[in-house]
């Protein structure tokens, strides 16, 4: 019964973690007119500002006075610090520029983006039923790629740096909050010249829009935060399988928000793209799951890159 009302706990984390993740495309549009730079600064910051408050009340400063000893993790944590605002910056211009559906593209393709990585990095062998679905994957940038007249290049960077991240936090094997505060301390230095900069020349938002605004620039970190601890929570409590099929409601939200909300236009031959992609997401969601019920063991090192989002591998025994 215990175990029951934890998974129960978990999926709940986990929904949470991912609706908020998927309702990002409405909250980026409240901080206008402030330069997507600007956002992705104060992000950064604030990110720091609440991850430190987190740690202070939690007493966890031991992994990180420990890194002083530890290059090579340091080097990693920095490395994904540079990787997660190439993705944070490319997300909220690409949503505040009206390209909704691209993003949500981006993060349909993370999960095939890291079954590649688990390919190269980790020497793994692919079960046909997921060559076929990295396979589908392909032709669907292609056939998006046709219909856009240029490659989907939101869409790939968003996939390419999160699969990356996550493929650079599973090296550094890191807890989740604590490794994120290495990685805002590493962003927060230059975030925080570059806002003084713009505040000195008189181009900087906070302080000059509306009160309303500059609180929301503040909330950043919270917004940040908070389904990362959700999300870590999730991972303690319910099956990895579980984890990698509740990924998906980030950009079915994301994408639902561009059709209906941003009134985003989705032309045939891009739609035909995304129908690609979602059948080769529903290819490796119903396998890995007969696969799970079957076996019932520890994950691999590609199960462990699939659906990474935006926390760390160590905090959970999935573990990206």
């Not at 987190?54 to 007493?59: D, I, P, Q, T």
Request: aromatic share 10%.
């Amino acid at each position: 019964m215990v175990r029951a009302s934890e998974t129960r706990q978990g999926i709940g984390y986990g929904l949470a973690a991912y609706t908020i993740w998927g309702l990002f495309p409405l909250f980026w549009p409240l901080l206008e007119p402030t330069p997507a730079t600007q956002i992705l600064a104060h992000r950064m910051l604030w990110s720091l500002v609440f991850i430190a408050g987190v740690l202070a009340v939690r007493r966890r400063w031991a992994f990180v006075l420990a890194l002083r000893s530890d290059p090579r993790r340091v080097g990693l944590l920095a490395l994904a610090a540079v990787l997660i605002s190439v993705n944070w910056g490319v997300y909220i211009w690409a949503v505040n520029s009206g390209h909704v559906l691209e993003s949500s593209l981006g993060y349909f393709v993370t999960p095939l983006v890291s079954i590649a990585l688990g390919i190269i990095v980790f020497k793994e062998s692919l079960r046909r039923v997921q060559w076929i679905a990295v396979a589908i994957g392909v032709v669907a940038v292609v056939v998006i790629s046709v219909g856009y007249g240029r490659l989907p290049w939101i869409a790939l960077t968003l996939a390419a740096s999160f699969g990356s991240y996550g493929l650079v936090k599973k090296l550094a094997h890191a807890p989740a909050v604590e490794s994120l505060a290495v990685e805002t301390s590493v962003l927060a230095i230059p975030a925080l010249a570059y806002l003084v900069i713009v505040q000195v020349r008189g181009s900087g938002s906070f302080g000059h829009v509306a009160v309303g605004t500059d609180l929301l620039l503040a909330s950043t970190g919270i917004v940040t935060a908070v389904p990362l601890l959700f999300f870590a929570a999730a991972t303690r409590r319910v099956p990895l399988t579980i984890i990698g099929l509740l990924q998906y409601l980030t950009p079915v939200l994301q994408f639902t928000l561009g059709i209906v909300v941003r009134h985003e236009k989705l032309p045939g031959s891009e739609l035909a793209g995304f129908t690609l992609v979602w059948v080769a997401l529903a290819i490796l969601g119903v396998n890995e799951l007969l696969e799970w019920r079957r076996a019932r063991t520890q994950p691999s090192p590609l199960d462990e890159l699939a659906g990474y989002p935006l926390t760390d591998p160590a905090s959970s025994p999935r573990t990206k």
